[in-house]
């Protein structure tokens, strides 16, 4: 079975699960065309043609007594007219279950993510640099509770990890045990013990064996919820020095006034795969491409800042900053990652919709004497031409320049583009998160 077919059939299970008695999905036809003037990226040399991107999108949501459903995937056929690269079939998403086999008492999880990103992120991110990870997670959830609101669970997870080109595949086993100590409906304090271990195919990569032990705080007011979290993560390694040290996971979601949104996230954890790689978004949708190709231990500390505001009506401006670094305990890829966004947003009539942005990243690779800055710039302009029927166009600019010259990861891109969707069935209101 391909990948493209997988992913039509991950949906296509999910959506089919027989106790879901109230689904709302939607399904959207699309074709983007854009003219580069740089397909390769490349310093010299550059091609411009024009990219054919036709496409479909899948959504499904459920909320009912039994099961939460959430289904969101997109695949989009790459056609390219110069034939820079193969033409071939890319695919993002996530699928989410929640099946209350015995509510209050057993539960069962599935989740299923597939992201495209870079196998070297020093690289220029194209086509021969792209890289596919497949992660499905699925178990049961025992629950207890011994007074009150309080609860006792006991979790298993089975995982897989998938790589389409990189030999970093793997098979996860997790096991939570997980009190939740409630206060109050907005109060309350969790304590959790994991135990994960990895195992990869590669006989190179060694396996990792996690001990984590952790408490998280989570409080609610008016217009703020605030999430702490604390612990210690140790790791051992097939043959290998062990890892450990002290982790934290801090959020903050301020709401000051009506159509504001500021958003704070600061965290620091020991891991072996980046956290990105779970998010179901394509390449040029994450904030910071990431190495793909490595099976290896690492440090992770990140923030990030988030704010939303409303300035009238029509018009309304996100803002985002975001750092990131990867600290590797052997390989030597250690980096380090700071990066600002900000679009606004504007009504122009009750059908048309314009959106401006510009970003800005500046990213480190100390370990292989390089780095590179890059600055962004695009507009959409999108018209409503029926409930059904959306069409848009818009442009955008990216110019990266490396701290070190001659080694073609320095580039300039220019791109124009004209996209129309149609309905063929409207997408379902997502819930919030």
Do not use: C
């Not at 409630?182 to 271990?197: D, G, K, M, Y």
């Not at 803002?319 to 700071?338: G, M, P, T």
């Not at 590179?372 to 166009?393: E, G, H, I, K, Y």
Request: net charge negative; aromatic share 10%; no cysteine.
């Amino acid at each position: 079975m391909n990948r493209f077919t997988q992913t039509l059939a991950a949906g296509a299970l999910l959506a089919a699960t027989p106790v879901v008695h109230a689904l709302d999905w939607g399904v959207v036809l699309q074709e983007e065309s854009e003219y580069t003037t740089n397909s390769a990226r490349t310093t010299d040399d550059e091609v411009e043609e024009w990219v054919h991107q036709p496409g479909i999108q899948l959504q499904a949501v459920h909320n009912g007594p039994a099961v939460d459903l959430d289904v969101d995937y997109e695949i989009v056929r790459e056609i390219y007219q110069q034939d820079v690269f193969d033409d071939e079939n890319v695919a993002a998403g996530t699928a989410d279950l929640v099946w209350r086999v015995m509510p209050e008492r057993l539960d069962f999880l599935a989740n299923h993510s597939r992201t495209q990103s870079t196998i070297r992120s020093i690289e220029v991110f194209t086509p021969d640099n792209r890289e596919e990870t497949v992660v499905t997670t699925a178990g049961p959830v025992l629950k207890f509770n011994p007074r009150g609101q309080d609860s006792i669970e006991f979790q298993y997870q089975w995982g897989d990890r998938a790589s389409e080109d990189t030999e970093d595949d793997a098979i996860t086993h997790e096991m939570t045990a997980r009190y939740g100590w409630v206060f109050s409906p907005t109060n309350a304090l969790t304590f959790e013990a994991i135990q994960r271990q990895v195992q990869y195919d590669n006989s190179i990569i060694p396996d990792l064996e996690y001990t984590i032990g952790q408490a998280t705080w989570d409080r609610t007011t008016r217009n703020v919820v605030y999430s702490f979290q604390g612990g210690y993560t140790e790791v051992e390694r097939t043959d290998l020095d062990d890892v450990d040290g002290f982790t934290f996971d801090i959020s903050i979601d301020w709401e000051p006034l009506p159509g504001d949104q500021v958003e704070f996230n600061v965290a620091r954890e020991i891991r072996d795969d980046p956290i990105s790689l779970r998010s179901g978004r394509f390449g040029d949708e994450l904030f910071f491409p990431v190495d793909s190709d490595l099976g290896e231990v690492f440090t992770n500390n990140r923030a990030s800042l988030t704010w939303e505001k409303a300035l009238n009506e029509r018009t309304s401006f996100r803002f985002v900053a975001q750092y990131d670094e990867e600290d590797y305990e052997d390989a030597l890829r250690d980096n380090e990652r700071v990066g600002y966004t900000l679009n606004l947003t504007r009504e122009l009539s009750r059908t048309l919709t314009l959106q401006v942005g510009v970003g800005y990243d500046e990213r480190d690779y100390d370990d292989e004497g390089d780095g590179n800055d890059t600055v962004r710039a695009n507009f959409d302009l999108t018209w409503q031409a029926s409930p059904r029927l959306q069409l848009a166009l818009g442009a955008r600019t990216e110019d990266r320049e490396s701290d070190t010259t001659g080694t073609g990861r320095e580039y300039d891109e220019s791109v124009g583009f004209v996209r129309i969707s149609y309905a063929l069935r409207q997408m379902p209101v997502r819930p919030a998160r």
